[in-house]
């Protein structure tokens, strides 16, 4: 053993963020749901947000859990509703910084619906999509992310749906801000994140996320460390890309990057504005009681 | 405390059900809102729209009834005090997130302006068929509390009642009107702000590191708290700890969900309310909740004029139902004549609680119009005799 | 949980240091694949769990990126910047 100095021991970023009391969590070896939390922890971090006033919403799911897990006020709401839920909260109190935080199943499935209005509505609302490809919590259902031809319990022949392509999805229904990364690219992850919370507006982030149990063993496609290396390999960043060519094919191309980042008013902004205009003087602002 | 003079409308008002509703809520301090249009209960969420933004507070409408129900939750947990409107289909969207609202102890209100059903059936026509699916609409074990106004007086003055069960208990309160009360014009009293009792929301005063969410006071409610403040609380609508936790065995759900059902269970006779009218010597108890009651009350008169010793039970608090008493009264009457505009809800309850001691008949009526008070005094002159 | 293994290179060149929570860890191999010196690999020994968790082959390599530690999904490994001030200081107080 040295003989020099200890250096004085640290904490792992991500500890103050965790409930540590719930530790550990329940994501399978390999998962890349854990890393985005590393990555959201450290965005958290760098942004410099008030703690006090991030607010975390789930639904449903594997991914849906990450609500749980984090040190700040959270909710585990109904599947596919986080969204609407974080619409009430966030126009309750504007001054929270509300994170959506859930699956492809969750948010674009039985989300759909609420995705698109909000996305429209241009809510201020970050929404970090996990994107497995799967339905991995109740055992590797087929999800509207499924490429074409990959195998899920529910389309043990092979799924025969195209698939969204959620960037293109999320810009066409109004999104401010659309980025796609994979778990591999850590560090952009983390810088995405930060741009979202410092951006007003419906801000859209997809993780590409390897489920290993489920999505990967049925489809004999490794395991979580050779889609790691398969997302490092076959990605490709081109920022600004036209969101309409960035559809995923089974075993193809991942295109990734900042796609979408524009400026329009929020939905709390067009609110007051549109009430003042007509109301003038008479209008009382949501904000006092 | 009183209420904010702000929402308070005071004076003498021709309105219907719908906007008298509206303005109950307002008076209640109702601040935010959420709806789907829906007939026939799309007036209170225009009137709320309209009145809200120079009270302070705010309305969305949202996408759907799946998203208006847990827009307010959200709000909710930001301090707000909510409510959201529908009729029929709507009430059945809105299931799960009543579910969430009871498991999470969420104050909140929904209203369900009843009309006739099931599926799209009559948009524009009464009926009161959603009873049994305001006590078990949602899957799972809950109790929640429903009231059922039947004028539009009423609407006004138990709906700033339902908000105040709401925050008192920590839970989803159901109001049940219906078409018929919802659309007719009457004239009602907004009394002043300071002659309106609120009972304010229970924020807790303890510091975060010993507030729980879930740990209940002696009451069996906890304390509430809302997003921003520090808290780092969590809500979730799996079965969870006194800390919010998901925790998901046996023991915790024999916790949790028996503190859930027994907060109403345990407070019954407190909630209870109900309005009685000839019952002192009476040998037929006619039970008729909303607009349903006001038709009893002439067929009673004219079985009175008859001779018929018969008197009229109206529940105003519908659940938790007034069991103590229809068992009081089944020891004293001949028979229960129960009338409602449906093929046979409330009158199960009744029938059970009656416990064969009086005998119970249904008058039932599918809804789209009221019941003709001849209906009601056949079934009470085949019971008298 | 057991005093972490600290170690400080008796080099100058040495600017990290990892820490690894030996029961949390999965063995899901990120931290090894991704490590830029490529100073991690997992161990022959294994945890309650019965994985194999990481540790340092080369304890002079790390630069205390804390690459490893932004993978992990288990929040078992972070790596630490030592400054290289006080490795210099370290080092002269060794050899003096």
């Known amino acids: 053993m040295s003989t020099l100095p200890m250096v004085e021991p640290a904490i792992n970023p991500v500890e103050p963020f965790l409930r540590t009391d719930r530790m550990p969590h329940i994501w399978c070896p390999g998962c890349g749901i854990g890393t985005t939390v590393n990555c959201f922890a450290r965005a958290l971090v760098e942004s410099k947000l008030n703690l006090d006033k991030v607010a975390i919403v789930s639904g449903i799911g594997c991914t849906g ?3 749980g897990y984090m040190r700040l006020d959270s909710f585990h709401t109904t599947h596919g509703r986080a969204i609407p839920f974080a619409t009430g909260l966030k126009l309750a109190n504007p001054e929270l910084s509300v994170v959506v935080y859930s699956g492809d199943g969750d948010l674009i499935a039985i989300g759909g619906n609420h995705f698109i209005h909000a996305a429209r509505r241009n809510v201020d609302l970050k929404i970090i999509c996990v994107n497995n490809f799967i339905y991995g919590m109740t055992g590797g259902q087929v999800a509207p992310t499924t490429p074409v031809g990959a195998t899920a319990t529910t389309t043990p022949y092979g799924c025969f749906e195209r698939p969204f ?9 109004g999104a401010v801000y659309v980025a796609r990364w994979t778990c591999f690219h850590v560090r952009h992850i983390t810088r995405a994140m930060v741009e979202a919370f410092n951006k007003k507006g419906f801000s859209f982030i997809e993780i590409i996320t390897p489920c290993p149990t489920l999505y990967l063993r049925r489809n004999k496609l490794g395991d979580s460390l050779d889609t790691m290396r398969y997302y490092k390999q076959k990605s490709v960043i081109k920022n600004g890309a036209n969101t309409k060519e960035v559809e995923i094919a089974l075993g193809g191309e991942i295109i990734c990057g900042k796609f979408v980042d524009i400026e329009r008013p929020t ?3 067009s609110m007051n504005m549109q009430l003042s205009k007509s109301l003038g003087a008479r209008y009382v602002a949501p904000g006092g009681r | ?17 719908d906007q008298a509703c509206c303005e109950g809520a307002l008076a209640a301090g109702a601040n935010f809102a959420a709806g789907y249009p829906i007939t026939p209960s799309t007036e209170v969420v225009e009137r709320f729209a309209a009145r809200i933004p120079t009270v302070g507070g705010l309305f969305i409408q949202m996408e759907d009834e799946l998203a208006s129900s847990i827009a307010i939750l959200g709000a909710a947990w930001a301090g707000k005090k909510v409510f959201t409107v529908t009729s029929g289909p709507g009430f059945s969207l809105m299931m799960e997130h009543i579910g969430l609202a009871a498991m999470t102890e969420t104050p909140c209100v929904f209203v369900d302006v009843q009309r006739g059903g099931p599926s799209t059936g009559l948009p524009t026509l ?10 078990w609409g949602s899957h799972g074990d809950y109790e929640t509390i429903a009231l059922c106004p039947n004028s539009p007086q009423e609407c006004f ?6 908000f105040n069960l709401a925050e008192q208990y920590r839970l989803p309160v159901l109001f049940m009107m219906d078409e018929c009360v919802g659309h007719m014009t009457e004239k009602v009293v907004i009394p002043p702000a300071d002659g309106i009792e609120i009972f304010p929301r229970r924020f807790t005063s303890l510091p975060p590191s010993e507030y729980k969410p879930f740990k209940p006071g002696a009451d069996g409610v906890p304390e509430m708290v809302k997003a921003g403040d520090g808290y780092r609380f969590h809500i979730t609508g799996l079965t969870h700890d006194e800390q919010g936790y998901p925790a998901m065995n046996w023991r915790e759900q024999e916790k949790l969900v028996r503190r859930l059902v027994e907060k109403v269970r345990k407070n019954t006779d407190k909630i209870v309310r109900y309005e009685e009218r000839d019952i002192e010597d009476a040998e037929v108890v006619v039970v008729a909740y909303g607009i349903t009651s006001r038709v009893a009350l002439r067929a009673i008169q004219m079985a009175r004029e008859e001779g018929i010793r018969v008197g009229l039970l109206r529940p105003i608090v519908v659940w938790p139902f007034p069991e103590k008493h229809i068992r009081e009264l089944s020891e004293k009457v001949k028979a229960f004549v129960v009338v409602e505009m449906n093929y046979g809800q409330m009158v199960y309850e009744v029938e059970r609680c009656a416990a064969g001691k009086a005998r119970t008949e249904l008058v039932d009526h599918g809804g789209g119009t009221v019941h003709e008070p001849e209906d009601v005094l056949k079934a009470i002159r085949e019971v008298a005799r | 949980m057991p005093e972490p293994p600290v170690s ?3 080099s100058r060149k040495h600017r990290g240091v990892v820490y690894i929570d030996w029961d949390r860890c999965k063995g899901c191999g990120f931290c090894v694949e991704f490590c830029p010196p490529k100073v991690l690999a997992l161990a022959e020994s294994y945890n309650a769990h019965g994985y194999h968790p990481p540790h340092l082959t080369n304890e002079q ?13 288990d929040f078992a490994i972070y790596g630490v910047r030592v400054p290289v001030e006080t490795t210099e200081a370290e080092v002269r107080a060794n050899e003096g």
């Open chain 1, 65 to 67: 859990r990450v609500a």
């Open chain 3, 61 to 73: 390599g790390c630069t205390g990126c804390d690459l490893c530690g932004l993978y992990c999904p």
């Open chain 1, 267 to 269: 939905l709390g902004q």
């Open chain 3, 8 to 10: 400080l290179a008796r």
């Open chain 1, 165 to 173: 392509n959620l960037p293109y999805l999320a810009e066409s229904s």
């Open chain 2, 126 to 135: 009464p009926g009161q068929a959603d009873m049994m699916q305001a006590r």
């Open chain 2, 1 to 17: 405390m009183k209420a904010n003079p702000a929402g308070v409308l005071t004076g003498a008002h021709f309105l219907d059900g």
């Open chain 2, 157 to 162: 003055d138990l709906m700033i009642d339902a």
